[in-house]
């Protein structure tokens, strides 16, 4: 069974994967972050070391209203984004240290491994859910959740589906359990089908 720990941080990537998408008009009044060129240039080029120049130059670029600057850290953010491919709008985070030196013992979050064919996501959301179908997960009693998300165990994207078996809401928050399955967006594989709860 899936712990509640596990089950709130899934919780917490789902929100931000909806929070990180700024569509209103204050987000373009925000400060950018100042980061400075040889700095970038490396952290570009440590991205790049996963994802090869050609994917990099064509759908990754800094995200500076997001980047922030605690000295004497920069913490860079990067829009993944492929316009033919709507589902894939995410982000890329880590932090460097004043010499463009990434930090390893810090978050490295959504960095795609595009060698031997990582980055293609060819797998569709309404694919992904008929694997799910074929699969087995349980419908619920509820529509599934589903997210094209950073999976920080399995280092790589995944489709993410959740069905609810049983919920209530009360005073005492939420409870709840059910299944969910996480599927690679390249090949199609289920990669693992668990139960999660919520007491």
């Not at 594989?189 to 999660?196: K, Q, R, S």
Request: glycine fraction near 6%; charged fraction near 20%.
């Amino acid at each position: 069974m899936k712990s509640l720990s596990v089950f709130i941080i899934v919780s917490i990537i789902f929100m931000s994967f909806f929070i990180d998408a700024c569509s209103c008009s204050s987000c373009s009044k925000q400060e950018e972050t100042v980061v400075p060129s040889d700095l970038l240039e490396k952290a570009n080029n440590y991205i790049k070391q996963r994802t090869g120049n050609d994917f990099f130059e064509k759908y990754i670029s800094p995200d500076f209203i997001r980047t922030k600057l605690t000295p004497p850290f920069y913490f860079l953010t990067y829009r993944l984004i492929i316009p033919d491919k709507p589902y894939v709008n995410t982000v890329i985070q880590f932090s460097i240290d004043s010499t463009g030196n990434v930090i390893k013992d810090r978050d490295i979050i959504g960095i795609p491994d595009c060698a031997e064919g990582g980055c293609n996501f060819n797998v569709t959301e309404g694919q992904a859910i008929k694997i799910a179908t074929d699969s087995g997960l349980e419908k619920g009693i509820n529509p599934w959740k589903t997210g094209f998300l950073w999976d920080p165990k399995l280092k790589q994207y995944t489709w993410h589906i959740l069905s609810t078996s049983s919920e209530s809401k009360s005073s005492e928050g939420f409870r709840g359990y059910g299944k969910e399955i996480i599927i690679d967006p390249n090949s199609g594989l289920v990669l693992e089908m668990n139960d999660w709860h919520v007491n």
